[in-house]
């Protein structure tokens, strides 16, 4: 049985909106890469447990063989450990674009933070208005 449950909510975790204030946008890395790394850990749980069930499974078909039973029966139930291992082996590579999600979504947020962490705490720090970006490009 899954342990997977929806949300009650049926809220996403993370939101987009029009505030791309320095701070607001590093928050935002933050908590999606935090998502994607909580995500991976997940699905390596998952697929740790479809595959323990794909090994059980073979075992029970193994039993069942050795019990005498219909053919039939075997072969079904070989059928569902390799539906199970095929469906650990697809969560495994799920897992992986998470993770390497989370790795690009990380190097993005201290990229980013490089680029203009220095210019947000000037503005930051002025007791006067500053131009808006792009200003002095006219």
Do not use: C
Not at 22 to 35: D, E, P, Y
Request: without cysteine; proline residues 3%; hydrophobic residues 40%.
């Amino acid at each position: 049985m899954s342990d997977l449950v929806p949300r009650a909510d049926g809220a996403a975790p993370l939101w987009a909106d029009g505030d791309n204030r320095f701070k607001a946008v590093q928050a935002k890395l933050r908590r999606f890469g935090s998502v994607m790394d909580d995500a991976a850990l997940t699905l390596e749980s998952l697929r740790r447990s479809m595959q323990a069930n794909a090994t059980r499974t073979e075992d029970v078909a193994r039993d069942i063989d050795n019990a005498d039973l219909d053919p039939q029966f075997v072969d079904l139930t070989n059928n569902v450990a390799v539906a199970l291992g095929g469906a650990a082996t697809e969560i495994r590579k799920l897992r992986d674009t998470a993770q390497e999600t989370a790795d690009l979504t990380h190097k993005t947020r201290r990229t980013h933070s490089k680029l203009y962490g220095a210019l947000d705490d000037i503005r930051s720090n002025r007791n006067v208005k500053t131009p808006k970006a792009g200003f002095f490009d006219r």
